[in-house]
Each structure stands twice: as C-alpha cells, then as structure tokens.
C-alpha cells in the first residue's frame, strides 16, 4: 500500500509570502567527472527576467554537467519540484523535472542536478545553439510557481 502525502492547502497570501522569502544566492555549471566550472553566477544576481549567460563550449562535449543551484527560503517547502524546458528558436527541444522535496524554513540548500550529454556527434554544434537556445527555469512548491527566469546560453 502506498501512503500519499496530503497536500497542504496554501492561500493566495501564504504563496506570496513563499515567493517573497524565496532567493536563488548562486548557480554553479560544472563537469560532472572533471568538476570544471563552466560557468558561475558569484558575480551576477539570478533574478526572475531573462538574463544572458555565456558558457564554455566544453559543455556540449562533456560525459554530463552538474548543476548546483544554492538557494534560501524563508518559509518552509512541502515539496519543491523544479521543472527546465530548453527552446531552440522558440521550440521546445528538452524536458526535465526534478524533485526537491522537503525544504526547511530559514535555511539554505544546495540542489546538485546532473545531466548526462548525448555523444558529442549528436549535439547540436554551439554556432547553432549560440543566442538562440533558451533555458527556462520554474521553481514550484506542489502546484504554485515561486521562481522562474529564462536563461539565454552564449558559448565563448
């Protein structure tokens, strides 16, 4: 037998106070086995708009990336789920999903997400993805959207 988890029911003010007391503090892109960085936000703040980002093209050829996404809340997470479409010239071309879970209130976590590469003979070359390819980032608590941004991906 299965136990679901019921899930608490969050009035309009208690979602915008979970939006309010949510911030991402820093976004790490690595590879996985050489733990590279390809790219970190340390010097830039991650908000809710669209921002531009330039990754090193080793990306596309590496086994896998890591994400490492450090984020705090204010509030507590009854199950944090963080949906990533990526667009190339507007179509969808990836889906992924990845659950969080539970979140304590007033800390701060690191969220480690890897992403395995297709063989490098299968990626699309960076001229191609350069300025055109568009990440978008949707943080959820259950059903309620807290945190989004659209990432635009330039390679150097």
Do not use: C
């Amino acid at each position: 037998m299965e136990i679901q988890k019921k899930k608490r029911e969050l009035t309009a003010e208690q979602v915008q106070k979970i939006k309010d007391g949510f911030q991402i503090q820093r976004v790490i892109m690595k590879d996985s086995e050489t733990q590279q960085i390809y790219w970190d936000s340390i010097t830039e703040k991650i908000t809710q708009d669209l921002i531009d980002i330039t990754l090193d093209p080793k990306i596309i050829t590496s086994k896998a990336a890591t994400r490492s996404i450090q984020f705090s809340t204010k509030e507590k997470l009854q199950d944090l789920i963080l949906i990533q479409d990526a667009y190339l010239h507007d179509k969808k071309i990836e889906h992924f999903v990845f659950k969080f879970g539970f979140v304590m209130p007033d800390t701060v976590n690191t969220w480690d997400s890897t992403i395995v590469n297709r063989p490098p003979e299968q990626m699309l070359p960076k001229e191609i993805q350069s300025g055109n390819l568009i990440v978008d980032i949707q943080m959820f608590e259950q059903d309620h959207l807290i945190f989004n941004v659209k990432v635009r991906i330039f390679y150097s």
